[in-house]
């Protein structure tokens, strides 16, 4: 059975960083990060293909995020900086683990989240 556990959320002032952590339980393809906020439908964050090249961002994130990952460690990163109070919500790792699809959707798996939370 497939299985994404996220770590690294938490409480953070406006302007801090954090960095989430998504430990895969088998070999992964396309890996990415989802939010959502209370009241508010999940939407994308990121996305990075296996082979790290191809990577996609949600304009809301732009040059504050990064997506990486390790695939020796079966792990995908969001490096979060000046994070916002907007960017409060559970954070939801996804991936395949087969070959295709669209990094901002067509995911098979998904974690169970981690909260981020961003005070002003």
């Known amino acids: 059975q497939v299985q994404l556990v996220e770590s690294g959320g938490g409480l953070v002032q406006a302007g801090g960083s954090l960095r989430l952590s998504c430990v895969a339980s088998v070999r992964t393809f396309n890996s990415g990060w989802f939010r959502q906020a209370p009241g508010k439908e999940r939407e994308f964050v990121a996305g990075?293909?296996?082979?790290?090249?191809?990577?996609y961002y949600a304009d809301s994130v732009k040059g504050r995020f990064a997506i990486s990952r390790d695939n020796a460690k079966n792990t995908v990163y969001l490096q979060m900086n000046s994070l916002k109070p907007e960017d409060t919500a559970v954070y939801y790792c996804?991936?395949?683990?087969?070959?295709?699809?669209?990094?901002?959707?067509?995911?098979?798996?998904w974690g169970q989240g981690t909260q981020v939370t961003v005070s002003s």
């Open positions: 996804a991936a395949r683990t087969v070959p295709g699809g669209a990094l901002s959707g067509s995911y098979d798996y």
């Open positions: 990075i293909s296996r082979n790290g090249i191809i990577i």
